[in-house]
């Protein structure tokens, strides 16, 4: 479920089961050429009008034993470290004017357009100001957090546990952000085709809808916050 683009991909990695006697270490991480016979792809519609994720399935699929990436039986160690890089660059594409409803427009600007400005030149609503400034400044911090862990990255430490943090925030803020743009463009920001409706506005709507699957990709915002109690707090397990 939620392959990334596998209609597209000519090959993908897979975690398959080589041990039953075990959890994590019964897992092996191998190369799979999507045209290998039983290999089937199937786009998953969204409520934003795309299918950028896929269902794959895999029937009586065979793959070569050179396939196989490092060790029998190890692949859950390439696979967590390739999740931390993944949810790191996940991360940086939430930036500010990026994706889920950034790449409609700025929201201060888009704000001060459709709620209009006071004497002072502000967003005239005083409420929807004090939010859009919270968000502004969470997605600045953001950016200065990613852009430290990808220097501890450069300087051969790798990504941590710590990129779940930067994720599950990530999320957040952006969805977060595509709300606001939604409210602040009102009935305009719920427009889905036809006259009557700019080109941004019809981008909002459909980055807010897309923002939905954010708490989803590179590991739901569930996981990233088990692995936060228990990777970077050190927190025991719930009895």
Same mark, same amino acid.
């Given at each position: 479920?939620?392959? !990334?683009? =596998?209609?597209?991909?000519?090959?993908?990695?897979?975690?398959?089961?080589?041990?039953?006697?075990?959890?994590h270490e019964g897992i092996s991480?191998?190369?799979?050429?999507?045209?290998?016979?039983?290999?089937?792809?199937?786009?998953?519609?969204?409520?934003?009008?795309?299918?950028?994720?896929?269902? @794959?399935?895999? @029937?009586?699929?065979?793959?070569?034993?050179? #396939?196989?990436?490092?060790?029998?039986?190890?692949?859950?160690?390439?696979?967590?470290?390739?999740?931390?890089y993944e949810r790191q660059n996940?991360?940086?594409?939430?930036?500010?004017?990026?994706?889920?409803?950034?790449?409609?427009?700025?929201l201060g600007k888009i704000a @001060?357009?459709?709620?209009?400005?006071?004497?002072?030149?502000?967003?005239?609503?005083?409420?929807?100001?004090?939010?859009?400034?919270?968000?502004?400044?969470?997605?600045?911090?953001?950016?200065?957090?990613? =852009?430290?862990?990808?220097?501890? !990255?450069?300087?051969?430490?790798?990504?941590?546990? =710590?990129? !779940?943090?930067?994720?599950?925030?990530? =999320?957040?803020?952006?969805?977060?952000?595509?709300?606001?743009?939604?409210?602040?463009?009102?009935?305009?920001?719920?427009?889905?085709?036809?006259?009557?409706?700019?080109?941004?506005?019809?981008?909002?709507?459909?980055?807010?809808?897309?923002?939905?699957? #954010?708490?989803?990709?590179?590991? @739901?915002?569930?996981?990233?916050? #088990?692995?936060?109690?228990?990777?970077?707090?050190?927190?025991?397990?719930?009895?």
């Amino acid at each position: 479920m939620w392959t !990334s683009y =596998a209609d597209k991909a000519d090959w993908c990695f897979c975690l398959v089961r080589t041990d039953n006697t075990k959890k994590h270490e019964g897992i092996s991480f191998v190369l799979i050429d999507m045209k290998t016979p039983g290999v089937e792809t199937r786009p998953i519609p969204l409520i934003s009008g795309e299918s950028p994720f896929c269902e @794959t399935f895999f @029937t009586d699929v065979k793959v070569p034993k050179g #396939n196989l990436v490092g060790r029998v039986n190890g692949g859950w160690e390439i696979a967590k470290r390739l999740l931390q890089y993944e949810r790191q660059n996940i991360s940086a594409g939430f930036g500010e004017g990026g994706s889920a409803g950034g790449a409609a427009g700025d929201l201060g600007k888009i704000a @001060t357009q459709y709620v209009g400005v006071d004497e002072t030149g502000r967003v005239e609503d005083g409420d929807l100001r004090a939010r859009i400034t919270a968000n502004k400044m969470n997605f600045a911090a953001l950016r200065q957090t990613i =852009a430290r862990s990808a220097a501890e !990255s450069k300087a051969g430490n790798g990504p941590s546990a =710590a990129t !779940s943090i930067i994720k599950y925030a990530a =999320a957040e803020f952006a969805k977060e952000r595509s709300e606001l743009m939604v409210e602040a463009m009102g009935h305009q920001g719920l427009g889905w085709s036809g006259e009557g409706y700019e080109p941004a506005e019809l981008l909002a709507v459909r980055g807010w809808l897309r923002t939905k699957a #954010n708490s989803i990709e590179g590991g @739901t915002s569930e996981i990233n916050l #088990n692995v936060i109690s228990k990777r970077v707090l050190g927190l025991p397990d719930p009895k």
